[in-house]
């Protein structure tokens, strides 16, 4: 039990388009879910805290409408990459949590912009 | 505020060699801890973990113990294989609640040859 998936797992767009990640939880119903991003060889840095129904709390320097986070429904969140330029790529991993304190993780989205 | 200290990577071994990541955590109250495992172009795995001092989290092989008196919780194995070839994160979280976040350390990439 507790995966979960993310949809697409790797994605190429053009410079000044916009990009949509889904997170989804597939055998739970995930109360809140976090989405990072990673940079090589770097740790995880958490953009932004989604809890369903209720509108994404973004961490200090996330520019909230670059990074529009829906969280429509107990299973489902997703990341909008509006306007990529190629800083904005990176691999992005969601995680998703249940009512115990647990965070389980997605398998990631690898974002190139070009 | 909260902080986690990893040991530099990159670390490289011989199969059956000895293995300890240092980890050491900066946090107020009393978190819980754990190490994460992330394999070549995917996701986070959780591989231990361990909620209250003392207590020793344990899997595949992999022991790590939380040492209050020492902020500490390093990651070990007796005899470590190629395919424990990976990165390895040490995380604290603060609450035992699903919304807290995750504070990750920078990760040390570990190299294990045949």
């Known amino acids: 039990g507790a995966v979960v998936s993310q949809h697409p797992s790797r994605v190429i767009c053009k410079s000044g388009t916009s990009v949509k990640i889904e997170c989804r939880s597939l055998?739970?119903?995930?109360?809140?879910m976090f989405w990072y991003r990673q940079f090589p060889k770097q740790s995880l840095m958490l953009m932004a805290t989604?809890?369903?129904?209720?509108?994404?709390?973004?961490e200090q320097g996330v520019e909230k409408d670059k990074f529009l986070i829906n969280h429509a429904s107990l299973t489902l969140s997703t990341l909008t990459v509006t306007s990529a330029h190629p800083e904005d790529s990176s691999f992005y991993i969601c995680?998703?949590?249940?009512?115990?304190?647990?965070?389980?993780f997605g398998p990631g989205t690898r974002l190139t912009v070009t | 505020g909260n902080s986690v200290t990893q040991m530099e990577g990159p670390v490289t071994l011989s199969e059956e060699a000895f293995l300890t990541i240092n980890c050491t955590y900066t946090?107020?109250?009393?978190?819980?801890l754990f190490w994460y495992v992330q394999y070549p172009g995917e996701g986070l795995q959780l591989l231990l973990k361990?909620?209250?001092?003392?207590d020793k989290g344990s899997n595949k092989g992999f022991e790590a113990t939380y040492r209050k008196e020492t902020t500490s919780f390093h990651l070990e194995k007796g005899s470590v294989q190629v395919s424990d070839s990976a990165v390895y994160f040490c995380?604290?979280?603060?609450?035992?609640?699903?919304?807290?976040?995750?504070?990750f350390g920078e990760g040390t990439q570990l190299t294990v040859n045949p």
């Open positions: 055998d739970f119903q995930a109360t809140t």
């Open positions: 995680s998703a949590s249940k009512s115990t304190y647990e965070q389980y």
């Open positions: 989604s809890n369903e129904g209720s509108k994404a709390t973004y």
């Open positions: 995380a604290l979280k603060r609450q035992e609640t699903s919304g807290s976040r995750l504070t």
């Open positions: 946090a107020t109250g009393y978190p819980s």
């Open positions: 361990a909620t209250k001092a003392d």
